[in-house]
């Protein structure tokens, strides 16, 4: 247990760096990505624009079927409570899916972006977290067993 705050703080550290680096070098953090797909990244490695842009096809299409089946719960789902937010959620990522397809390269790029500064700010909260997890085991000890 007492080495529990380290391992987290370590893990903070690790997502805070990530994130710092995904945030500062999209294209690069996304090629990264792209060559990391090995099966596909050998025959694509020469392509790595192609490369991107199907994970951004990807995640576009993703996003597109999950706005179809949230929009399809909302207005199927009777009179309960929260169908408004699932038809909200439906429409918004229909059309968050709409743009990263027809955009993927341009809108994959804002997305790593996101993404690094969601790693930045985990980061930080696991690096918080850590340290009040070691506060906590000097004031009141590690646990029984």
């Known amino acids: 247990m007492a080495r529990s705050w380290q391992i ?3 893990m903070g550290i690790v997502t805070l760096i990530l994130g710092i680096i995904v945030a500062a070098h999209p294209t690069g953090s996304l090629n990264v990505i792209a060559v990391l797909f090995i099966v596909a990244g050998v025959i694509l490695i020469r392509h790595l624009d192609l490369t991107r842009a199907i994970i951004g096809l990807f995640i576009g299409i993703t996003w597109i079927v999950q706005g179809v089946v949230a929009l399809i719960a909302g207005i199927g789902g009777g009179s ?3 169908r408004g937010w699932w038809i909200a959620f439906g429409v918004i990522s229909i059309i968050a899916g709409i743009v990263v397809t027809a955009t993927p390269l341009s809108s994959l790029n804002v997305l790593a972006v996101l993404f690094g500064i969601w790693f930045i700010i985990m980061g930080i909260f696991e690096i918080i977290g850590a340290f009040m997890f ?3 085991l000097r004031t009141e000890g590690p646990p029984a067993v």
Request: hydrophobic share 35%; aromatic share 12%.
């Open 80 to 82: 309960r409570e929260g």
């Open 8 to 10: 987290s703080l370590f």
């Open 134 to 136: 070691r506060h906590a």
